[in-house]
Every structure is written in structure tokens, then in C-alpha cells.
């Protein structure tokens, strides 16, 4: 697979009501986050508030997780509930969000009929390695595959490529049966995504 190293001076960030959002990679490429037309799009947004709405976002499914910092989350008429750090949870961006709390997330969001996918967070000890598949079997109508690897903390190499704390590794054109082979020397935490696409 080809990997594309990511870093913060490539990312794009904006302002919103509750602090600022830093895009990592959108599609298609060039694609505008405010024209809602993109198939998919990874960010990590740092949330000042102690009390904010998410934006809705109906013809997306979202996934968000807390990167640092703390997290409650109350999604539609369900009971609020505090998001653990690296744990992932998973929502229709059409449904009202409500949170609580200083942090910086990291999200995932799928355009409705467009694009699916997954993702898990990874958690390397210093000087190992492992091995990581997608998690999810490709779907049959879904042919293009993208698998990304955002470095939370720490560093780790994949194929030769290295990322540090903040930057991202991404593979447009990925074989989801592919193994990828993940090799730190300080440890790494990892959030890892596969999204198909048609």
C-alpha cells in the first residue's frame, strides 16, 4: 500500500461556536466541508466550552471519540453518558448531540448511502509490533477502499513511513485484506479507520 504522511502544517482549521476543528483529509480531494457534498472526513475538534450542541449533520453517520480530556454525551432522547478516552461511539449526525465537558475528539464522519466504514483506537507498547486488518469485510457494492492511521501519541512506522504525536497516514487506495504492520519504538496510541466507497 501507498502511504501519504499527513502533518499538522497540511491540515486545515476553522472556528466554530464551541473552539476550533482541524480537518485532517476529506473526499473527495478538494472537497468543502460547508457544501455537506463529501463522502467522508476526519477531524479533531478542541472543545472550550463546558456545554455545546453538535452540528446537526443528517446525511451523515458519525463517529467520535476523546482523544484528551473529558466527555459526556447525550444523543437524542438517550441518557447521558461519559465517552472514555479512545472508546468510539457511533451516531446518526442527524440526531441532536448534546456534551459536557473540555476535550479535544477526534471524529469520523460517512456520507448516507455513499460510504461505510469503521474504526478502532490501538494501543502499542514501546518496542513492539503488530500486525492490524480492517475489521470489517469490504462490502460487495462498495469497491474503493481508503484505511487511515491517525498517531495520537508517541510514533510508530508503517512500511517504512514514520508519524508522530498529531500526524496522520492515509492510503486512498488500500486492499482491505492487506495486513498492515505497525512497528514502534516508544509506543504508540493509534486511531485506525477502513472506509469503503463506491
Given amino acids: 500500500m501507498e502511504w501519504t504522511l499527513l502533518t499538522q502544517d497540511q491540515y486545515l482549521t476553522t472556528l466554530w461556536s464551541g473552539g476550533t476543528t482541524t480537518q485532517m483529509a476529506i473526499a473527495p480531494e478538494g472537497a468543502v466541508y460547508a457544501d455537506r457534498d463529501f463522502l467522508w472526513r476526519f477531524s479533531s475538534a478542541k472543545v472550550e466550552l463546558e456545554h455545546s450542541d453538535f452540528t446537526p449533520l443528517p446525511d451523515y453517520v458519525r463517529l467520535i471519540s476523546?482523544?484528551?480530556?473529558?466527555?459526556?454525551?447525550?444523543?437524542?432522547?438517550?441518557?447521558?453518558?461519559s465517552l472514555a478516552p479512545l472508546t468510539l461511539?457511533?451516531?446518526?449526525?442527524?440526531?441532536?448531540?448534546?456534551?459536557?465537558?473540555?476535550?479535544?475528539?477526534?471524529?469520523?464522519?460517512?456520507?448516507?448511502?455513499?460510504?461505510?466504514?469503521?474504526?478502532?483506537?490501538?494501543?502499542?507498547?514501546?518496542?513492539?509490533?503488530?500486525?492490524?486488518?480492517?475489521?470489517?469485510?469490504?462490502?460487495?457494492?462498495?469497491?474503493?477502499?481508503?484505511?487511515?492511521?491517525?498517531?495520537?501519541?508517541?510514533a510508530v512506522k508503517v512500511d517504512g513511513v514514520e508519524a508522530q504525536e498529531g500526524q496522520f497516514l492515509l492510503c486512498r487506495q488500500a486492499d482491505p485484506s492487506q495486513t498492515v504492520k505497525l512497528v514502534t519504538e516508544e509506543g504508540a496510541a493509534l486511531m485506525a479507520a477502513v472506509i469503503f466507497t463506491r
Fill in 89 to 154: 461511539c457511533s451516531f446518526d449526525g442527524g440526531t441532536p448531540v448534546e456534551s459536557w465537558g473540555k476535550c479535544t475528539d477526534y471524529n469520523l464522519m460517512l456520507r448516507k448511502g455513499q460510504a461505510q466504514g469503521s474504526a478502532q483506537s490501538l494501543v502499542l507498547e514501546p518496542g513492539s509490533a503488530c500486525t492490524w486488518t480492517a475489521s470489517v469485510p469490504a462490502p460487495l457494492d462498495y469497491p474503493n477502499c481508503t484505511v487511515a492511521l491517525y498517531c495520537v501519541s508517541g
Fill in 66 to 81: 476523546v482523544l484528551h480530556g473529558e466527555l459526556d454525551m447525550k444523543v437524542g432522547e438517550g441518557e447521558r453518558f
